[in-house]
């Protein structure tokens, strides 16, 4: 039997794009599956498709029972959406606007009212709970817009990017409700660019590349197909990263991840603690001062790059300039609100 969430080749073109070129998902009732991927992989279109939001040229889905394509109306009646492209009405307050979804859903009013007071209080949003959504931060229209997907609990719930624009104490806060939401029954599909979020919440992962899913598993299965310790080398100075690089390049056994800056360097290796005494012999006979170094066990990071290769560089238009080697963007001001 399908799992509450389902998909069997799904196809989407937008003119030359083939932004998903026969994505199959199945995820078990009750659990979570992390959608993750470089930018422009085809999350949120598969995403738009699973809702109804997006009528795939090809393919199938099945959400909690129901046709994708011949229920629409159905499946959207049985699920939660939050995400990049959810709707706020930007001149309604938070209140209205939680108390709208509710009585969208048939909760009676005052019902409504409880909820939404819950809501926000839960989202941090009770102080600015009664101004309209157009003055909110980015970060407070992304806590509305998470908090209005929870209004109902569907038994089916997809979040694309849910933390994306969150500061660390919201993005806690939302994990927790996340696994709530979970334990009571919940099924969710969430596409995530922070790679922790994923090991933290997803029993399940499918990594996304060019529209298609090429590895899926937990994390634990994927760390371990990914294999091998690496040494990680914090260096003191910027200018030595090309050196250091290339002394990390004689010693690994794959490439050599830099984070520029953070001045990490990161390759995997065989060897364990004898190598990396030789390692730091041959990073001080260069005259490289280190502020730290460590052997490491592969991270959902180094699954994500080297199933990807999207580690150094990023292909994504969103990426562009600004996004670091991950193709994530420096932190908005919002997240450090
Ligand atoms: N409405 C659209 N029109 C044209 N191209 C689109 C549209 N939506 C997505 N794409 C393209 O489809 C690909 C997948 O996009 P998307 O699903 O948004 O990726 P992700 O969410 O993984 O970053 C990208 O190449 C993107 O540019
Ligand atoms: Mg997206």
Redesign the pocket.
């Known amino acids: 039997m399908p799992g509450a969430i389902y998909a069997e080749g799904l196809v989407?073109t937008?003119?030359d794009?083939?932004?998903?070129d026969g994505v199959d998902l199945d995820v078990p009732e009750g659990t979570v599956l992390g959608?993750l991927?470089?930018?422009?992989?085809?999350?949120?279109?598969?995403?738009?498709c699973l809702t109804t939001l997006?009528r795939p040229d090809s393919g199938r889905a099945v959400v909690a029972g129901l046709d994708v394509l011949r229920q629409p109306n159905e499946v959207r009646r049985s699920i939660g959406l939050s995400g990049?492209f959810a709707a706020v009405d930007e001149y309604l307050t938070g209140r209205e606007n939680l108390q709208m979804v509710g009585q969208l859903y048939q909760m009676r009013a005052r019902a409504a009212k409880v909820r939404a007071v819950e809501l926000l209080e839960q989202f941090n949003l009770t102080d600015a709970a009664d101004r309209p959504a157009k003055t909110y931060s980015g970060g407070m229209r992304r806590r509305l817009d998470l908090a209005a997907a929870l209004v109902v609990s569907p038994p089916v719930m997809f979040m694309?990017?849910p933390t994306t624009g969150l500061d660390p104490r919201n993005r806690q806060m939302l994990w927790e409700v996340i696994k709530e939401l979970v334990s009571g029954g919940t099924t969710l599909l969430l596409?995530t660019q922070y790679l922790e979020e994923a090991d933290h919440l997803a029993h399940e992962i499918a990594v996304?590349d060019q529209?298609r899913v090429i590895a899926r598993g937990t994390s634990d299965e994927l760390k371990a197909r990914t294999g091998g310790e690496r040494v990680e080398v914090v260096v003191h100075d910027r200018e030595h990263i090309p050196t250091a690089s290339e002394v990390l390049r004689g010693f690994g056994k794959g490439d050599t991840t830099v984070e520029e800056h953070t001045r990490r360097l990161t390759v995997p290796v065989s060897g364990g603690a004898k190598l990396l005494a030789e390692v730091i012999r041959e990073l001080d006979a260069r005259g490289i001062e280190i502020d730290d170094i460590g052997l490491r066990r592969p991270t959902l990071d180094d699954v994500f790059l080297s199933l990807t290769g999207h580690m150094a560089e990023s292909t994504?238009?969103?990426g562009g300039p600004g996004a670091d080697a991950r193709g994530r963007k420096p932190k908005t001001k919002e997240e450090a609100q």
């Open positions: 989407k937008f003119g794009v083939r932004a998903l959608l991927g470089p930018n422009g992989a085809g999350k949120t279109t598969t995403v738009r997006l990049q694309d990017e596409t996304v529209g994504d238009p969103d």
